[in-house]
């Protein structure tokens, strides 16, 4: 079967079509021309994205610092230095920044122009879309790779590489680190007792318990099942042992609801790092501290230098 042709290819398509069409566009097409004197302003603005900037076309067409002034200041001079490149090198310019609207919004933009010489400096013919929902999509999808799904803590993916930043700190200049691990005593008798449910919410008020008594920079991370790690920088064994009784008298005096409080504890081990050791040598120890605070009772303490 013949292709079917939309539009015979030799038809100019009227104007008034043309900006029809324009309109429709989920963004704006633009030319942005930058003068030799480095003055930069859009001749020409086409497409529904017009109306994200807010400004009127006709302000843009004499002068591009409205628009420019609206960028995310972490975002302008990187802007500004993929347009010199541009100029220098004659390269398109493919980037994407956040555009900051009246009220709080923040949209983020992406951007690819190609340029063209002309007589009194560089006109660059291209197209910006919206993407904001790619954006927040890609952050929920990167979020969710690094976090626990019921708890919300960081997961064991994102615990071991913060590990491996921390440990490299600490052999690079001789700060303290400690690690800490935590586990629920008697959690399989909770989940036979009062039902897996329960034993969720008590998951998640442990993460909470935990939480409250955190620095900003320390990391807290669900293992799997009911162990956690946390990770702890610039902190001596001595504080984290301090940290870590806080902790379990924290639990241990939760009140869990129909459980009532004194029935959940936890046991704690803990490690602190020696420069030059590894990561996995790290975990050993403190994993060995954990077993030790098993062996010798639960709901207690134990730590290894």
């Not at 803590?153 to 921390?166: F, P, Q, S, T, V």
């Not at 702890?232 to 984290?240: E, I, Q, S, V, W």
């Not at 040598?281 to 010798?296: P, V």
Request: with cysteine; charged share 30%.
């Amino acid at each position: 079967m013949p292709p079917i042709e939309v539009m015979p290819s030799r038809e100019r398509l009227d104007p008034v079509k043309v900006l029809e069409l324009a309109e429709q566009l989920p963004g704006l097409i633009f030319q942005l021309h930058r003068r030799d004197d480095g003055h930069l302003h859009f001749p020409h603005l086409m497409g529904s994205g017009t109306r994200l900037l807010d400004l009127e076309p006709e302000l843009l067409a004499r002068d591009a610092r409205p628009a420019l002034e609206r960028l995310h200041d972490a975002d302008y001079p990187r802007l500004m230095a993929a347009i010199e490149r541009s100029v220098r090198w004659c390269t398109p310019i493919i980037t994407k920044f956040r555009l900051l609207l009246p009220g709080d919004i923040c949209r983020w933009i992406a951007v690819r122009a190609q340029p063209e010489r002309v007589d009194d400096g560089v006109l660059w013919h291209g197209m910006m879309l919206d993407i904001s929902e790619q954006v927040a999509e890609e952050e929920r999808l990167r979020a969710l790779s690094d976090s626990d799904a019921l708890t919300g803590l960081a997961n064991r993916r994102k615990l071991l590489k913060r590990l491996d930043e921390e440990i490299s700190l600490s052999n690079r200049h001789a700060t303290p680190l400690s690690l800490m691990m935590l586990d629920l005593d008697h959690f399989k008798a909770i989940n036979d007792t009062w039902g897996h449910l329960k034993g969720d919410e008590v998951l998640e008020s442990l993460a909470s318990c935990c939480r409250a008594l955190l620095r900003e920079e320390d990391l807290l991370a669900r293992l799997g099942g009911e162990e956690f790690a946390l990770v702890l920088p610039l902190t001596p064994r001595t504080n984290a042992e301090r940290l870590a009784e806080r902790l379990r008298r924290c639990v241990a005096e939760h009140d869990f609801g129909q459980m009532g409080a004194g029935r959940v504890t936890v046991s704690i081990g803990i490690a602190e790092h020696r420069v030059g050791d590894s990561r996995e040598i790290l975990l050993q120890r403190a994993d060995r501290s954990l077993y030790q605070a098993k062996h010798r009772g639960r709901n207690r303490v134990e730590a290894s230098g």
